[in-house]
Nanobody, 123 residues
Framework: VQLQASGGGLVQAGGSLRLSCAAS????????MGWFRQAPGNERKFVAA????????SYADSVKGRFAISRDNDKNTVNLQMNSMTPEDTAVYYC?????????????????WGQGTLVTVSS
């Protein structure tokens, strides 16, 4: 699976941004998909994940109620809608795909990664 993330940019605190991840290669529709983020000097952290059917999602506590993950298996895309953003959301955001079922929050559980897209939230 090849992943290409896009949609990053500069946004003011309280604003919104929508990230997209386009997938190609092997069967995308059966992969669990996730979003992670990495701020400068910090480790890569889990943001959200979604199962293949879109019935099950998981979120980090820090983004619950503000971010929403979704996917379109017909278009091979997974999206992350980010609302009520704060400067603490500033990071490089990565989309990732698992080979196995089950939502996971550890980066090591994801085999495929996109190149990352930078999100900056100004105060």
């Amino acid at each position: 699976v090849q992943l290409q993330a896009s949609g990053g940019g500069l946004v003011q605190a309280g604003g919104s941004l929508r990230l997209s991840c386009a997938a190609s290669g092997r069967t995308f529709s059966r992969n669990v998909m996730g979003w992670f983020r990495q701020a400068p000097g910090n480790e890569r952290k889990f943001v959200a994940a979604i199962d293949w059917s879109s019935d099950i999602t998981s979120y980090a506590d820090s983004v619950k109620g503000r971010f929403a993950i979704s996917r379109d298996n017909d278009k091979n895309t997974v999206n992350l809608q980010m609302n009520s953003m704060t400067p603490e959301d500033t990071a490089v955001y990565y989309c990732a795909a698992r080979n196995y079922n089950g939502l996971r929050s550890a980066p090591a559980d994801y085999a495929y990664w996109g190149q990352g897209t930078l999100v900056t939230v100004s105060s």
